[in-house]
């Protein structure tokens, strides 16, 4: 049995006050049945890591370089996110495969610089609506998973993966459990064509992911978990819908 994860992905909200709120109310609401995490902005890990010390919640960044070190401005490398204790990095988001442009190569890179660094890449899938309206729904998440995995090689079974049908993020449309179940189920199919491990491989559902819609979405069989936006920015949303999943 795979126990589920939910990871916050508090996108570029926050601030100090709001966030010593937001991690004071998820850490008052313990124990969970599932793992925790939040993915925040880079300048406020300090003080999340501060915050969760001593606790069982985990936190991580929303991005990553493909490189250790070097003349790359604005870059954050996952050595630098491993020394404020990130557990976990969200790479390939929609967001920034749509505003930055990033391949599914690059997301595979920074996926394999985060393993190499000992951080567990949340790796996003998903496609649009135009490519789900023309049938393209498996083709696209096909690629863009495939790109990780030939990259990783042996280490494939070390991610998380996340599938983010990019029509359902931020825009209060949740595709239904049964949507979503499809290509939980065609994903898990392809990890198990290539790793020994997809049995016990975690994959995350997101987009819109709310605590009245979460209990149905996550007893699918192939869904382990969310990667919630919105809703994970306040306290009583996001306990819900970690309670939701254990
Ligand atoms: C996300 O940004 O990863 C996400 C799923 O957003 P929302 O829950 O707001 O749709």
Redesign the pocket.
């Known amino acids: 049995m795979r126990r589920k994860l939910v990871a916050g992905?508090w996108?570029m909200h926050g601030n100090h006050k709001a966030n010593a709120e937001l991690l004071a109310g998820i850490a008052a609401a313990r124990p969970f049945g599932c793992d925790v995490a939040v993915c925040v902005p880079f300048p406020y890990l300090s003080e999340t890591a501060v915050a969760l010390a001593g606790t069982d919640l985990r936190w991580g960044a929303q991005d990553c370089s493909a490189h250790e070190q070097g003349a790359y401005t604005g870059e954050v490398s996952v050595g630098m996110l491993a020394e404020f204790g990130c557990r976990y990095v969200i790479v390939g988001?929609s967001?920034r495969r749509q505003y930055h442009h990033e391949s599914d190569q690059l997301v595979a890179d920074k996926a394999k610089a985060a393993l190499a660094r000992g951080v567990t890449p949340i790796v996003?899938v998903g496609e649009t609506l135009a490519e789900r309206d023309t049938g393209q729904t498996e083709v696209v998440v096909k690629r863009q998973l495939s790109a990780v995995i030939h990259t990783l090689g042996h280490c494939a079974g070390e991610m998380v993966v996340?599938y983010?049908p990019v029509w359902?993020?931020?825009?209060g449309r949740t595709a239904t459990p049964e949507q979503a179940q499809a290509v939980h189920a065609v994903l898990r199919a392809q990890l198990q064509a290539a790793t020994a491990h997809a049995a016990t491989m975690k994959i995350l559902y997101?987009?819109?992911?709310k605590p009245d819609n979460a209990a149905t979405l996550f007893a699918q069989p192939d869904i382990d978990g969310g990667?919630?936006?919105?809703?994970?920015l306040k306290a009583a949303d996001f306990v819900a819908i970690c309670r939701a999943a254990g």
């Open positions: 992905n996108k988001h967001e996003c996340a983010e359902a993020i931020g825009t997101g987009g819109s992911v990667l919630i936006g919105g809703a994970s």
